[in-house]
């Protein structure tokens, strides 16, 4: 398994998931670069509509954005393993008590099938080995929306996810202290509709993570 591991390796050597840069013996994840100029989201437990907190690594732009493109779209699903160990980190510091349930946010089948794998589910699978914890699917997406990235204003973007969304088993959540993980927050249109849901089923507190979020 040793000698695989250093094959691996060799063939495909590690580079930081911002900028691409082969990585030094003593980097993991992320160059020395990325790791002390990435742009960081500034973590204070904050709240949004229906979401008791959320917090992400970084904002959404530059090296971060082009990253989470690559993730999103083009197929780099490896990726999901350093966001993971990242966002583990932010969320030890925020909520050293830990949560009952660990969620995320689905994506269509429609839109499954067309990229070949749901992103967050693996963001969700690498976040929980850090964290310690299964992953469970509570929602399912009931209606194939525009993309968020296609609807301009908060208004807007809220009533093209409104109904989306549906709860597969309310007992699951019922009581939980809940973390809903997603991949990027722009408005939290999408978290707080997911969150509405949740709550609606009985879920006790929601708290959404992402890898990125925008300045707004």
């Known amino acids: 398994m040793r000698l695989l591991r250093a094959l691996?390796?060799?063939l495909f050597p590690p580079k930081c998931v911002l900028c691409g840069k082969l990585l030094k013996n003593q980097e993991q994840d992320l160059c020395a670069w990325c790791r002390t100029q990435g742009p960081l989201y500034p973590n204070r437990k904050r709240s949004a509509q229906f979401l008791d907190s959320f917090a992400a690594v970084w904002y959404y732009e530059g090296s971060v954005r082009r990253s989470l493109l690559r993730f999103k779209f083009r197929g780099a699903g490896s990726y999901a393993k350093s966001y993971g160990r990242l966002l583990a980190m932010e969320l030890e510091k925020l909520h050293p008590e830990g949560f009952?349930?660990?969620t995320w946010v689905p994506i269509s089948r429609r839109r499954r099938l067309t990229r070949?794998?749901?992103q967050v589910a693996l963001l969700a699978k690498a976040l929980g080995r850090e964290l310690g914890m299964t992953p469970e699917p509570t929602l399912k997406k009931i209606r194939h929306n525009r993309p968020q990235s296609s609807v301009r204003g908060l208004a807007q973007r809220?009533?093209?996810v409104l109904g989306a969304y549906r709860?597969?088993?309310?007992a699951q959540v019922a009581g939980k202290r809940v973390l809903l993980l997603d991949d990027i927050?722009?408005?939290g249109a999408t978290a707080g509709e997911c969150a509405r849901m949740l709550k609606t089923a009985g879920a006790k507190e929601i708290h959404c993570a992402a890898v990125?979020?925008?300045?707004?």
């Open 8 to 10: 691996m390796q060799l």
């Open 100 to 102: 009952d349930l660990l």
């Open 116 to 118: 070949g794998y749901d």
């Open 158 to 160: 809220r009533a093209n």
């Open 167 to 170: 709860v597969m088993r309310p």
């Open 185 to 187: 927050l722009t408005t």
């Open 212 to 216: 990125a979020a925008t300045r707004k």
